[in-house]
């Protein structure tokens, strides 16, 4: 087992940090939803506490509005130990999301104003070198210039040496030409990025049934991303790399909100995958997370204990 921890901060997330309005009651659609309760969001960000809370030494790069909602974002994000040295407050109001809570796949609609003005100045060359991980999302690539930028510092970091992880968080409603995410997706596999990729993602993304997890993996692999894993909620997760595949199942738990459970697994995974595990391993920590917060509604508490998703 291989410790992976040798920079002064595990990961840099960049991208999406915005409000949540989701629907107080379970509904199917937006249309049926009466009434919404506020929560921090976004994947990066909610990725990047999640990575505090565990532990881990976590920076965030994103950009949030100088008004009363990116105050309160700020603040928030604060308090989980997330260095906020690169999270700017712009002219842009906060970008806003209304999503429903469900128990399947949440139904959504994106303001999308702020979270897309991060400049290349929120990912410096010395933040990059002192990073083990840069993560970041389609969404966080789907908008300029975020994603001119985002991109830029990818291929710095490759070049000195950091992880890049990408999370194919693709939705036709925020970036209707599939043709460029896809281009986007494709250069982060050849320059060796860790994949987290769902069956609904697949199918958003390349507009077509989603395969089998085996196939949809080693496509990503086949692009050059080094360690594909392919989460299929009630139905498990199927990791892979070059030497080959393993599959994990669900385990039987309360579901009270499924918002940020792809954002909780990544940060086992990820945590996980800091610490030396093998895939499989790294897939049964982002398990026992993202159960931690299917089981509840709203965020996680400010500290996890490590050793609860060992366990």
Same mark, same amino acid.
């Given at each position: ?182 281009k986007l997706v494709a250069e982060f596999c050849d320059l060796g990025a860790i994949v987290k990729v769902s069956e609904v993602d697949w199918e958003r993304l390349y507009g ?11 496509? #990503? @692999? ?5 360690? &594909?894993?392919? *989460?299929? +909620?009630?139905?498990? !997760? =199927? ?7 393993? #599959? @994990? ?5 309360? &579901?009270?909100? *499924?918002? +940020?459970?792809?954002? !909780? =697994? ?46």
């Amino acid at each position: 087992m291989k410790n992976r921890r040798g920079r002064p901060f595990d990961i840099l997330c960049a991208g999406e940090l915005l409000i949540d309005f989701i629907s107080s009651g379970f509904a199917e659609s937006l249309d049926e939803a009466k009434s919404f309760e506020r929560h921090i969001g976004g994947s990066p960000a909610n990725l990047c506490m999640n990575m505090a809370r565990l532990g881990n030494t976590a920076s965030l790069a994103a950009s949030v509005g100088k008004d009363d909602m990116g105050s309160f974002l700020k603040e928030f994000v604060q308090k989980t130990g997330v260095d906020c040295k690169y999270l700017r407050q712009v002219s842009a109001p906060t970008t806003l999301i209304l999503v429903t809570r469900t128990t399947t796949v949440a139904n959504f609609e994106a303001y999308r104003m702020a979270d897309a003005m991060i400049s290349a100045a929120q990912m410096p060359l010395q933040r990059l070198q002192q990073s083990a991980i840069f993560h970041t999302t389609s969404f966080g690539l789907g908008k300029k210039p975020g994603q001119t930028n985002i991109l830029k510092a990818a291929r710095l970091a490759t070049e000195n040496g950091c992880q890049l992880s990408i999370d194919v968080n693709y939705a036709p409603k925020t970036c209707p030409d599939r043709e460029n995410p896809r281009k986007l997706v494709a250069e982060f596999c050849d320059l060796g990025a860790i994949v987290k990729v769902s069956e609904v993602d697949w199918e958003r993304l390349y507009g077509a049934p989603f395969p089998d997890a085996g196939a949809a993996a080693q496509h #990503f @692999l086949e692009l050059g991303a080094s360690l &594909v894993c392919v *989460t299929m +909620g009630g139905d498990g !997760a =199927f990791v892979a790399d070059q030497s080959g595949g393993e #599959f @994990l199942p669900a385990r039987q738990v309360e &579901v009270k909100d *499924t918002t +940020g459970a792809g954002d !909780a =697994f990544w940060s086992g995974f990820l945590t996980a995958w800091l610490d030396g595990h093998a895939p499989i391993a790294c897939a049964k920590a982002g398990r026992s997370m993202a159960e931690m917060k299917i089981s509840r509604f709203g965020p996680l508490p400010n500290r996890v204990d490590k050793a609860l998703i060992y366990g």
